[in-house]
């Protein structure tokens, strides 16, 4: 259908009136639109926002990449080699991209294991917390198997040290204990103590290889970008590289994205699906997907990076009415605010998103911002890209939550990858990571 000579509205107008009272994307309507994207490229794309670049050196620590991250506002930054010159390739030059949320989820959950540690004053068991660093390729990276415990030997350094500390600290004898004594105290502990003082962040990226760096050019197509969204790896940002430069010149985020699509509003081809609700496209997808708001907060943030989501609706009550929005970059007031972390264990979802809304309201965690599957696709669109938001909950006339649609649903109602697209991109460079990626589905 792509390759018909009529126009595309034409072309769309046909597949949905084909389609007739069926719920769901027309058959054929994303291979037009593939057929379309393919031909934009990303340097002309409605006023296509990027995101700050902020390189980070391999030399840096964990510690010193989460304070640039937070001091630059940035989700996520490309990592330089240290040893590269500037008239290297590109491919030499960056090891990997970091991701804020996923640096701050590990460290999270790495808390309790510092914590029975200073309680035992274990040089063993800190060791052994330093050692899961290793993980944090998995996290960041998206990647499992073996890689995940690479770095068990290399993090041992600071286990004495650490253990050190335990020994002398005089703090209760369970990890529960060890953690609330310590207060704001274990916050520093966490990111300005061992491993993270003495761990450099290219330790991690040259571990893990190029699976999390997907690189794309201006000129490459739009199609490129919104399969790499959809992809195995579901990117949160996409580096854009300027070849004769060797240097990544934007960062693409998943909301710009969005915030692109709405800006096509007018175009037959946008327009055609925008007209149509959520219920005539099959969505929601995701029919359930949400966490109680007596629950713990940092499960709830375990629990998004484990299902791959960028956030979850809050809900509670036998009846599960909708009472809140809570999403992964969230996760940064809890190391930004000290006096919420050395609660964190007790903290629960409701706690968090109330006092969060004290100090910033425009989070919109609190109400949350929702619409009913009788709303338009398009102006769905216009309210995640107004918002920045991930996702937004659907409930019914009674506020119940009855499904989420994301970011990635609705890229997926326009494009969807054709068999073997990713086989010459970027020159065949990355051809054996997605054949890996699409094996271990």
Known sequence: MGSSDKPIDEQLQELCEEQGEKRGVPRGVRDVLNSAF???????????PYGKV???????SISEAVHLLVEHNSFSGPVTNPSASPTDSWSTRYLGMVDYPSIMLWVLEQAELAAAAIATGSATLVGAGAGALGALGAIVLGLTGPLAVAGLATFAVGAAIAGGVAAGSGVAKDAPSAADALGQDFYKLILECEPFKSTKVSEITRAYGWAPFLPIQHNDSMLTVQLL???KFRPHSIPVVNIDKNVVQDVITESGVILGLSQCRGSDWFDNLAGKSLHQLGLPIMMHMSVDARKPVLEAFILMKEKHIGGLPVVEGPEHHLVGNISVRDVRFLLLQPELFAK???????????????QEPETGMLPPTTCENTAKLGDVIEILAKKTLPQIPI????????????LHDIIGCFV?????????YFGGVFKDTFRQANRSE
Do not use: H, R
């Open 38 to 48: 393919a031909k934009v490229p990303v340097s002309s794309f409605p006023k296509l």
């Open 229 to 231: 969204l959809l992809s």
């Open 54 to 60: 902020v390189e980070i050196s391999g030399d840096a």
């Open 344 to 358: 964190y264990k007790e903290l629960t979802v409701m706690d968090f998103m109330k006092t969060v809304m004290e």
């Open 395 to 406: 409930v019914d006339k009674s506020n119940q939550l009855v499904g989420v649609v994301t």
């Open 416 to 424: 969807s990858e054709p068999k073997g697209y990713f086989e010459d």
